[in-house]
């Protein structure tokens, strides 16, 4: 069996004295998509800046295609092939909208195929093509939110993790990022996709890990999804 | 005519206070470490242009941005680097020690009573004739100072460095998730400022020749005035505010009166007192959310 894209063994990660993420392993196949649910402070977000390298693990292992990933830092990471899009999205409010689209970039390890990316993601978010001379801040948030991920596509990244993108928008706008996801999946990324909107998630993902206490604690499959007694158990404990 | 050799003296000033806060302003952007020390390197690159006056003028002006850049580097590899994630207050001590200690080895290494760097004093000769004083320095610390802040504007805006560092200095975390190299950005950061600052000390020194061990830390205190004046969140507010407190300087300096201008800074520190009273978070930083106040 090839390696998976993504696995994350025995991960554990505290704030000070305070474990946020317990021994959580999780593991990717290339061009799946897997969802991330559980209720706030069960360590998602720091799940993701912990691969990322941004906030250090006090245990455990991250390994890309195989590789480890330990001791790097966040640069070296996405220059190995995995982007994130924050919570929150993060875009640059005082530059433009082609500035920060310059910006995703940066952590690109070749100029190869960079036409044909930016057409892609062009095609994907019509307004980062149309705003491109705005001030990034001056944007809605659901345009933000494709910006963001828009710029995180830029760095060519083999596996893509998005923290909460539907945080926060019109259900016609979440409509948008889902269709998104939907192409970049069909492109070939692996997602590792983190969000609040659970039965939307665990339709749409390959497979669902719940996590609550720093842990995983039940996984979930598309058929799961109506569920909803079930879903409630994962997130709330029996 | 007084009104106008006021402002053009003003505007001279001016100019090398804004490249002094321009130049503490970048390094503050991108590390929020108001760095102390940034007039160590002016000084620096001031004793190397005194030490250097009998090469000829190309080797001692490379000489002063050699001696000016190395020390920003240094001092943030040394100093500042091991201290990144401390406390900004721990941060900020450090820059004090920086300059203390610096000034402490300029002091044992060439004495108190100063050195002369007399290299560029030709350019003190009037350049124009009739009633004004216009020097030679005056029009280089114009056109220099203009020169520089623009090309600074230009990589800022234009180049992917240039815009690397204005991310890192607007969302240091987000940067760095973007695959932005921290470490070179400060670095980088540090270079400009020790260019920066040895452009200064050679227009400091072409006016003024004499080098003295505090020369570097009193343009650094004004300059920190100014930068904070003015705001020191961005670096156009900064330097605006550089600006403003060397155009006051030399405005208040032609102002007062032979037995007053020993209290020069005591009018200084008290219009930026007022300013800061008016506008804490600078006199240069976009209003926020006033409007909606005022209705």
């Given at each position: 069996?090839?390696?998976?894209?993504?696995?994350?063994?025995?991960?554990?990660?505290?704030?000070?004295?305070?474990?946020?993420?317990?021994?959580?392993?999780?593991?990717?196949?290339?061009?799946?998509?897997?969802?991330?649910?559980?209720?706030?402070?069960?360590?998602?977000?720091?799940?993701?800046?912990?691969?990322?390298?941004?906030?250090?693990?006090?245990?455990?292992?991250?390994?890309?295609?195989?590789?480890?990933?330990?001791?790097?830092?966040?640069?070296?990471?996405?220059?190995?092939?995995?982007?994130?899009?924050?919570?929150?999205?993060?875009?640059?409010?005082?530059?433009?909208?082609?500035?920060?689209l310059?910006?995703?970039?940066?952590?690109?390890?070749?100029?190869?195929?960079?036409?044909?990316?930016?057409?892609?993601?062009h095609?994907?978010?019509?307004?980062?093509?149309?705003?491109?001379e705005?001030?990034?801040?001056?944007?809605?948030?659901?345009?933000?939110?494709?910006?963001?991920?828009?710029?995180?596509?830029?760095?060519?990244?083999?596996?893509?993790?998005?923290?909460?993108?539907?945080?926060?928008?019109?259900?016609?706008?979440?409509?948008?990022?889902?269709?998104?996801?939907?192409?970049?999946?069909?492109?070939?990324?692996?997602?590792?996709?983190?969000?609040?909107?659970?039965?939307?998630?665990?339709?749409?993902?390959?497979?669902?890990?719940?996590?609550?206490?720093?842990?995983?604690?039940?996984?979930?499959?598309p058929?799961d999804?109506?569920?909803?007694?079930?879903?409630?158990?994962?997130?709330?404990?029996? | 005519?007084?009104?106008?050799?006021?402002?053009?003296?003003?505007?001279?000033?001016?100019?090398?206070?804004?490249?002094?806060?321009?130049g503490?302003?970048l390094?503050?952007?991108?590390?929020?470490?108001?760095?102390?020390?940034?007039?160590?390197?002016?000084?620096?690159?001031?004793?190397?242009?005194?030490?250097?006056?009998?090469?000829?003028?190309?080797?001692s002006?490379?000489?002063?941005?050699?001696v000016?850049?190395?020390?920003?580097?240094?001092?943030?590899?040394i100093?500042?680097?091991?201290?990144?994630?401390?406390?900004?207050?721990?941060?900020?001590?450090?820059?004090?020690?920086?300059a203390?200690?610096?000034e402490?080895?300029?002091?044992?290494?060439?004495?108190?009573?100063?050195r002369?760097?007399?290299?560029?004093?030709d350019?003190?000769?009037?350049?124009?004739?009739?009633?004004?004083?216009?020097?030679?320095?005056?029009?280089?610390?114009?056109?220099?100072?203009?020169?520089?802040?623009?090309?600074?504007?230009?990589?800022?805006?234009?180049?992917?460095?240039g815009?690397q560092?204005?991310?890192?200095?607007?969302?240091?975390?987000?940067?760095?998730?973007?695959?932005?190299?921290?470490?070179?950005?400060?670095?980088?950061?540090?270079?400009?400022?020790?260019?920066?600052?040895?452009?200064?000390?050679?227009?400091?020194?072409?006016?003024?020749?004499?080098?003295?061990?505090?020369l570097?830390?009193?343009?650094?205190?004004l300059?920190?005035?100014?930068?904070?004046?003015?705001?020191?969140?961005?670096?156009?507010?900064?330097?605006?505010?550089?600006f403003?407190?060397?155009?006051?300087?030399?405005?208040?300096g032609?102002?007062?009166?032979?037995?007053?201008?020993?209290?020069?800074?005591?009018?200084?520190?008290?219009?930026?007192?007022?300013?800061?009273?008016?506008?804490?978070?600078g006199?240069?930083?976009?209003?926020?959310?006033?409007?909606?106040?005022?209705?």
């Open positions: 069996m090839s390696e998976p894209a993504l696995a994350v063994r025995d991960l554990t990660v505290a704030y000070g004295p305070v474990p946020v993420v317990r021994n959580l392993s999780l593991e990717i196949a290339a061009g799946e998509v897997v969802g991330l649910i559980g209720p706030n402070g069960a360590g998602k977000t720091t799940t993701l800046l912990a691969i990322m390298g941004d906030v250090s693990a006090r245990g455990g292992d991250v390994r890309l295609a195989g590789r480890s990933l330990r001791g790097q830092g966040a640069d070296a990471i996405v220059r190995s092939g995995v982007a994130l899009v924050p919570e929150g999205r993060h875009v640059f409010g005082d530059m433009t909208v082609a500035e920060n310059k910006l995703g970039l940066v952590g690109r390890r070749s100029e190869d195929g960079l036409e044909g990316d930016l057409e892609w993601v095609s994907l978010f019509p307004i980062v093509r149309e705003f491109g705005r001030q990034a801040g001056a944007l809605s948030g659901g345009q933000q939110q494709q910006l963001a991920i828009a710029r995180a596509l830029l760095a060519q990244p083999e596996v893509l993790l998005l923290d909460e993108p539907s945080l926060g928008l019109a259900p016609t706008v979440v409509d948008i990022v889902f269709e998104a996801l939907q192409a970049i999946r069909e492109r070939g990324v692996t997602i590792l996709l983190v969000e609040q909107r659970a039965q939307r998630t665990i339709a749409f993902a390959d497979r669902t890990y719940v996590m609550r206490d720093g842990a995983v604690r039940m996984t979930l499959t058929d999804a109506d569920a909803t007694e079930t879903i409630r158990e994962a997130y709330f404990g029996s | 005519m007084t009104a106008l050799q006021w402002i053009i003296d003003g505007v001279a000033l001016g100019a090398v206070y804004a490249l002094v806060a321009v503490m302003a390094v503050f952007g991108v590390m929020r470490l108001i760095n102390f020390a940034h007039g160590e390197l002016i000084t620096a690159g001031a004793y190397t242009l005194a030490l250097t006056s009998s090469w000829p003028l190309v080797g002006i490379a000489a002063c941005i050699a000016s850049v190395a020390m920003a580097v240094a001092t943030e590899r100093a500042f680097r091991p201290l990144r994630g401390a406390s900004p207050a721990t941060a900020l001590v450090a820059t004090f020690a920086v203390f200690a610096l402490a080895v300029w002091l044992v290494a060439f004495g108190p009573e100063g002369t760097a007399d290299l560029l004093s350019l003190n000769r009037p350049a124009i004739g009739g009633e004004l004083d216009v020097r030679w320095v005056t029009i280089i610390q114009l056109v220099l100072g203009g020169a520089l802040l623009a090309g600074l504007a230009l990589m800022l805006n234009r180049t992917s460095i815009l560092m204005r991310a890192a200095a607007a969302d240091p975390r987000a940067a760095r998730l973007l695959g932005i190299r921290t470490n070179r950005v400060i670095a980088l950061a540090f270079v400009l400022a020790g260019v920066l600052a040895a452009v200064v000390a050679l227009l400091l020194t072409a006016q003024t020749p004499l080098v003295t061990p505090t570097g830390l009193q343009v650094a205190i300059g920190l005035v100014g930068v904070v004046v003015g705001g020191i969140d961005r670096l156009p507010s900064a330097t605006a505010g550089g403003a407190i060397g155009f006051l300087t030399a405005v208040l032609n102002a007062l009166s032979a037995d007053m201008r020993v209290f020069l800074p005591s009018f200084t520190f008290a219009l930026v007192i007022i300013v800061l009273l008016v506008r804490p978070a006199m240069f930083a976009p209003l926020r959310g006033q409007a909606v106040e005022r209705v």
